[in-house]
């Protein structure tokens, strides 16, 4: 599948609010978050370094012990098993993101 659009890729929800599309390769994933406004992703860690961007809205997003008010164009990287978590502040939001290895729980 060297072509495809998110468009086609199903929807996991994956809390109230908080839908997902991902794509995975051999050894990473990308992955389409949509956020409603008032929606929150809750406090969890992963093996998984994870990298992304937000495309549009804004979140309070916390990484270990800091926390930022993010809008489109505000990049993060949040290393392997740091506890991190997010909520949308103004919706809806679309945020990118990166994981390596890849996220078979995302498959």
Known sequence: MPFSSFKRI?????AEGVELRAVSGEKMTMALFSLSE???IPEHSHPH????T????????IIGD??????????WVIPPNVM??????EGPAEALEVF???????A
Do not use: N, W
Request: glycine share 12%.
């Open 10 to 14: 199903k929807v996991k929800q994956l």
């Open 100 to 106: 390596s290895p890849l996220r078979k729980d995302y």
């Open 54 to 61: 937000l495309l549009s809205g804004s979140m309070e997003l």
């Open 84 to 89: 991190h978590r997010g909520k949308c502040l």
């Open 49 to 52: 370094e994870q990298i992304g």
């Open 66 to 75: 800091e926390k930022k008010v993010i809008t489109k164009g505000d990049l």
């Open 38 to 40: 008032g929606s929150a």
